[in-house]
C-alpha cells in the first residue's frame, strides 16, 4: 500500500478514533474495505445528488448493468436513480465510467481507477468487473445510510476527492456457504452474495449436499428433492445433542432449489461478478443421496436423511465405488449440474470418506482385485480419478478436498486445502493447482468469541487469525495457489442472521488477505477500516459479530508451581481489560489487567472480565468459573 502519509500517522488517527460508527471518513481518513492498493486523498469533495448522471459510452453497453446495481443500491435511501447518459464525454456533475481502449498493465482484468475530483469521478478499467469494484469503492466512500433499508432526507452525498488505483492480490477470493446441514432461501443466499461482493468476493462456493440434505433440483431423479431433501426438525446442540428420527416422525424440515432458482441465483451472481462453484460431496457426506436411492451404498439399507444426530461409521453414508449404478446416476447429476452453473470448475467433495463398508464389500472386494489395487485408500483414487474423466467429457475440471490426494491425485484435478495448508503445500509441489481453505485460520463455523457466550461449535477461529492467513506458504510456486476462501458450515446454523454474524466481520478479514498487497497488512489499520463498515451493516440491517471486542480468557499454568493462573487478552489492541474475583461485576474502577498472569486469591469461583476503550465499555462481559477454566487448559 501507498499512502501519502506514514503508517504511525494513520496509527495516531486510529487511537484518536474513540467510538467506531462514524462513517467512510474520520478526521479527512478515507476508510475501505478491503484496503486498495493505493490510495491518494485529494482536497474537496464531489457532491452526488439528483442531477448527477451516469456517462457511459455508446459502444459500452457492458456497463450498463453494473451501473444499474449502483442505482439498486442508492435508491432506497436517496430516493433518486442517477440517469445514464450515452456519450463519450464528461460533463460537470457526471460520474463516467469508462473501459480503457488500450489495456492498463498494471491493473489486470479485475483491477479500476477511480479518481473523484469536485467537479465529477471517473471510473476507468480493462473490463466491466473492474468498474463493478470501482463502483463498491465509490459507495464505501459515500456516507453510511446510502445502502441503507431506510429513506434519508438529505439531498446532498458527498464523496472525498481522492485517487484509487487498485486490483486484487488473488484471482480466486471465495466463500463457501453449506445449505445442507441446515437450508436457506434463493432470497437469503441472493442476499449473501450480494454482500460478498461489497467485499469484492468473485467466488461462491455453494455446497449443495451433505448428509443432512439434498438441495437441488435434478430431472429425473425426483426422490433427491421428495426424499433428500427433507429431514425431521431438531432444536439444541447438532452432533450428540440431537436425537436421531423417531419411527413415523414427520420430516418437517428442509428445501431445495429448482433448476429455475439455480439459474436466477446463476444470473444474480453474474450480475455481481461472482462464479459459483457448485459442490455435490461425493461418495461420502452421502447420506441424503442414500436416503433417496439406498442401492448406492455398500449395505443398500434404507437409512433416514441424518438431523444432526450421531450416524458416522454406523450409518452406511458413502457410495459404493464397485457399484456400477453409482456413475450412472452421477452422470445423470452432474450432467445437470454441468449445464446449470457456467463455472469451469465443480467441487465433487472428496471428504471424510469412512471406508470401512467398502472393506467389507464384495463388489468393492472385486473391483480392487480387478484393478490390482491394494487398499481402499487407492479405491477411492479410483473413484476420484473416474470423476475427473466424466467431468471432463462434460467440459468442466474436477475440485475436491485435500482428502483427494490420498492413494494418488488425479492429473488434473485442483486441491481445495482444508486441513490445515499441509494438503494444499503437497498438491502444489505435485504441480496442480490449490486454493487454500485451512480449517485453523477461516473455518467461520467456529468459535470467534468465548466458548461461553456463543452458539456451541468446537474449535476456535478469532477474526485476528483470520487477518493472519497467509495463502501462499514459503515453500511452493505462487502460481500454484489460486487464491483462498472462507468456509460457513452450517451444523450450529440454524438460521439466516446466525450465518451472517458468524460471516462478519471475519470474511472482511478473508477478503483484505485475497484482496489487498500483503505489504500493506495492518492490524490496527484494519480495525478502524473494519469499524467504518459497521454503520454500512447496521444500514443494511445485516448483522454481524462484536465478539472480536470480548476480554480473551486464557488459563495457563505456572511452569514452576503448576498452579492454574489466568493469562487476559484482546483482540484489538486500544482495549483495557478490567477484572474482578469477588462475583461482581467489572468496570473501569475495578483492577485493571497489567499483562501479568493472575494468580486466582484463596476462594475465589469465578472471574468476571469486561473491556473498555477510553472510559465505556465494548466488550461483552465474560465471566469464567475456574472449574470451567481448569477443563479448558485441555482445549475447547
Ligand atoms: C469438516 S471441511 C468438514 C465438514 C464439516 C466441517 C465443520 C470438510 C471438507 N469437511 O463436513 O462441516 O468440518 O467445521
Redesign the pocket.
Known amino acids: 500500500m501507498k499512502r501519502n502519509y506514514p503508517c504511525i500517522f494513520s496509527l495516531l488517527l486510529f487511537l484518536s478514533n474513540s467510538a467506531f460508527g462514524q462513517g467512510q471518513t474520520t478526521q479527512g481518513r478515507i476508510h475501505l474495505m478491503p484496503e486498495p492498493v493505493q490510495v491518494q486523498p485529494q482536497a474537496g469533495t464531489f457532491l452526488l445528488n439528483n442531477h448527477t448522471s451516469f456517462v457511459i459510452g455508446p459502444a459500452e453497453d457492458s456497463l450498463l448493468d453494473p451501473a444499474r446495481l449502483f442505482n439498486q443500491m442508492i435508491r432506497t435511501a436517496t430516493g433518486f436513480s442517477l440517469d445514464m447518459i450515452r456519450k463519450s464525454r464528461v460533463g460537470k456533475g457526471d460520474i463516467q465510467l469508462l473501459l480503457n481502449p488500450v489495456p492498463d498493465t498494471v491493473i489486470g482484468a479485475e483491477g479500476y481507477r477511480l479518481n473523484v475530483t469536485p467537479k465529477n469521478i471517473t471510473i476507468r478499467a480493462n473490463h466491466p468487473a473492474g468498474i463493478f469494484y470501482g463502483l463498491q469503492t465509490l459507495v464505501q466512500l459515500l456516507p453510511p445510510d446510502i445502502q441503507g433499508k431506510l429513506a434519508v432526507s438529505t439531498a446532498k452525498w458527498p464523496v472525498p476527492c481522492v485517487q484509487i488505483t487498485d486490483f486484487p492480490r488473488f484471482g480466486w477470493r471465495g466463500m463457501m456457504l453449506?445449505v445442507s446441514r441446515h437450508f436457506f432461501t434463493k432470497k437469503e443466499v441472493e442476499s449473501y452474495i450480494d454482500e460478498m461482493s461489497k467485499y469484492k468476493f468473485n467466488i461462491f462456493h455453494w455446497h449443495l449436499s451433505d448428509d443432512q440434505g439434498w438441495r437441488i433440483q435434478i430431472k429425473g431423479l425426483p426422490r433427491l428433492t421428495s426424499v433428500g431433501a427433507w429431514r425431521v426438525f431438531r432444536e439444541g446442540v447438532f452432533g450428540n445433542g440431537f436425537a436421531p428420527p423417531q419411527p413415523g416422525e414427520p420430516d418437517t424440515y428442509g428445501g431445495f432449489y429448482t433448476q429455475k432458482d439455480i439459474r436466477e441465483i446463476v444470473k444474480y451472481a453474474q450480475d455481481r461478478f461472482i462464479t459459483i462453484l457448485p459442490e455435490i460431496d461425493v461418495p461420502a457426506?452421502s447420506l441424503a443421496l442414500i436416503a433417496s436411492y439406498p442401492n448406492l451404498s455398500c449395505t443398500q439399507y434404507s437409512y433416514p436423511v441424518n438431523p444432526g444426530s450421531p450416524f458416522y461409521e454406523v450409518e452406511d453414508n458413502v457410495l459404493c465405488p464397485g457399484n456400477d449404478s453409482t456413475y450412472i446416476i452421477l452422470d445423470t447429476i452432474f450432467s445437470q449440474i454441468a449445464r446449470l452453473f457456467p463455472c469451469p470448475y465443480i467441487h465433487i467433495g472428496g471428504?471424510?470418506a469412512y471406508k470401512g463398508f467398502w472393506a467389507k464389500d464384495l463388489r468393492d472386494q472385486k473391483l480392487m482385485a480387478k484393478l490390482h489395487l491394494t487398499n481402499v485408500e487407492q479405491l477411492q483414487s479410483y473413484f476420484v480419478k473416474r470423476m475427473a474423466t466424466m467431468l471432463a467429457s462434460m467440459g468442466k475440471k474436477l475440485i475436491g478436498?485435500d482428502e483427494i490426494l490420498e492413494g494418488g491425485l488425479a492429473p488434473s484435478a485442483t486441491v481445495m486445502s482444508?486441513r490445515g495448508m499441509a494438503g494444499g503445500i503437497a498438491a502444489a509441489r505435485m504441480g496442480h493447482h490449490v486454493i487454500m481453505t485451512p480449517?485453523n485460520f477461516v473455518?467461520l463455523?467456529l468459535y470467534q468469541g468465548d466458548p461461553s457466550v456463543e452458539t456451541p461449535t468446537y474449535g476456535r477461529c478469532l477474526l485476528k487469525t483470520c487477518y493472519s492467513f497467509e495463502p501462499v506458504p514459503d515453500s511452493v510456486d505462487p502460481s500454484l495457489i489460486l487464491g483462498g476462501q472462507g468456509?460457513l458450515?452450517s451444523?450450529a446454523i440454524p438460521n439466516f442472521r446466525q450465518a451472517e454474524y458468524m460471516t462478519w466481520p471475519r470474511a472482511m478479514a478473508i477478503s483484505e488477505v485475497l484482496w489487498s498487497p500483503k505489504a500493506s497488512r495492518n492490524w490496527p489499520d484494519f480495525i478502524s477500516r473494519m469499524e467504518a463498515q459497521f454503520p454500512r451493516l447496521d444500514a443494511e440491517q445485516v448483522k454481524y459479530s462484536l465478539s472480536e471486542y470480548q476480554p480473551i480468557i486464557l488459563p495457563v499454568l505456572d511452569s514452576l508451581t503448576a498452579n492454574l493462573e489466568i493469562k487476559l487478552e484482546t483482540q484489538i489492541p486500544d482495549l483495557k481489560i478490567y477484572y474482578t474475583f469477588d462475583n461482581t461485576n467489572p468496570d473501569n474502577f475495578s483492577p485493571l489487567y497489567e499483562g501479568q498472569p493472575l494468580s486466582i486469591p484463596n476462594g475465589a469461583k469465578q472471574i468476571r472480565v469486561v473491556t473498555y476503550r477510553g472510559d465505556k465499555p465494548i466488550g461483552q462481559q465474560i465471566n469464567l468459573t475456574v472449574k470451567e477454566l481448569r477443563s479448558r487448559l485441555r482445549g475447547y
Do not use: A, F, K, S
Request: no cysteine.
Open positions: 453449506d457426506h471428504d471424510e478436498w482444508w480449517d473455518y463455523d468456509n458450515w451444523e
